[in-house]
Nanobody, 114 residues
Framework: QVQPVESGGGLVQPGGSLRLSCAFSDPFFSIYTMTWHRQAPGKQRELVAT???????NYTDSVKGRFTISRDNDKDMVYLQMNSRKRDDTAVYYCRRDRRGAYWGQGAQSTVSS
């Protein structure tokens, strides 16, 4: 099984933008549905965004219109562009294949604070 590797986390001010990246080196990557999850302090992990192999996307209501999930099948990469960030977006963000038992990565911490 492949373990995702997230990168790009950091500190941004409210209203700012950040892009997270996820490397998922797998010869069949292009057909996998991939997801981004997040876990805020003291809260359960939640699904944020999904992208199918064909590029169909879905988002949780709280990030619709602000976050964009995308993928580059040539590079085996998934991205999460986060705009108009709010303090409630502070969390550790995880990339994961949408499959029961798939590995979690280490995550990328993203903090929204002035």
């Amino acid at each position: 099984q492949v373990q995702p590797v997230e990168s790009g986390g950091g500190l941004v001010q409210p209203g700012g933008s950040l892009r997270l990246s996820c490397a998922f080196s797998d010869p069949f990557f292009s057909i996998y549905t991939m997801t981004w999850h997040r876990q805020a302090p003291g809260k359960q992990r939640e699904l944020v965004a999904t992208i199918t192999g064909g590029g169909r996307t879905n988002y949780t209501d709280s990030v619709k219109g602000r976050f964009t999930i995308s993928r580059d099948n040539d590079k085996d990469m998934v991205y999460l562009q986060m705009n108009s960030r709010k303090r409630d977006d502070t969390a550790v963000y995880y990339c994961r294949r949408d499959r029961r038992g798939a590995y979690w990565g280490q995550g990328a911490q993203s903090t929204v604070s002035s």
